[in-house]
């Protein structure tokens, strides 16, 4: 019984954990689709649903209609665009019935953490002479073949820290401090790793100089005066 439950508690740490990974690292080049943002996090998001046999019978059949069109398709048209198809209608319901049916501070949790993984990578890319900063994010680079190994300073542009280009790295800073002020929300970290965390995301967003990052953070401050 208790071999059970400890293998049952490993089972849900990793693949909670590797759900975060992929969310936090989208970038990776691993599946054969021309998009530079992979959607990797729906299969151990799947693995996970069916294990708990959290999967809605009309979601099968939904799947398996989709899976026969999509087959047709790549016969009949270029098979990267028919599974950039099949990838983009199939995410949103994998995602939702995930979110919906799964532990989400758990997972908020395991996010957050990657935002102290994002740090270490920018400051080695801000900082670090370009030698030694190939030899630490070498292997990055080999999944992620746009990233900067040092700041694009020839085009008044900084760092990508794990995204194909600085301003693709916006969106990744902004979800992380949506996560921050969730958890802070729902009591889950302190008003002090809640600073820490908008300190190190806004940080962050300076180093990428990305226009995308200064532009979102306008309309979010925009907002947040319009409602508060």
Not at 142 to 158: A, C, K, M, Q, V
Not at 204 to 223: A, D, E, P, R
């Amino acid at each position: 019984m208790t071999v059970h439950k400890a293998s049952t508690f490993n089972f849900k740490f990793s693949s909670m954990f590797l759900v975060a990974l992929l969310v936090c690292m989208p970038y990776l080049m691993v599946l054969p689709l021309d998009a530079e943002a992979q959607p990797l996090y729906i299969f151990p998001m799947l693995l996970i649903l069916l294990r708990k046999l959290l999967v809605p019978r009309w979601f099968v059949i939904f799947c398996s209609l989709l899976l026969i069109f999509t087959i047709l398709g790549i016969i009949h048209y270029e098979p990267s665009d028919v599974l950039d198809s099949f990838i983009a209608i199939l995410c949103p319901i994998i995602i939702y019935y995930f979110v919906r049916n799964s532990d989400v501070i758990k997972l908020a949790k395991n996010i957050l953490v990657f935002l102290y993984f994002y740090l270490t990578v920018a400051l080695i890319q801000q900082y670090v002479p370009l030698g030694i900063s190939e030899t630490l994010l070498g292997w990055l680079s080999y999944f992620i073949p746009r990233i900067t190994l040092s700041p694009l300073s020839e085009f008044d542009r900084g760092i990508s820290i794990v995204a194909s280009e600085p301003s693709s790295m916006a969106p990744l800073i902004f979800m992380m401090i949506a996560v921050a002020f969730f958890l802070y929300k729902n009591k889950e970290i302190s008003r002090r790793y809640l600073i820490i965390s908008l300190f190190i995301s806004i940080y962050l967003g300076f180093l990428t100089q990305s226009i995308s990052f200064y532009v979102i953070t306008f309309y979010m401050v925009v907002g947040f005066a319009s409602f508060y």
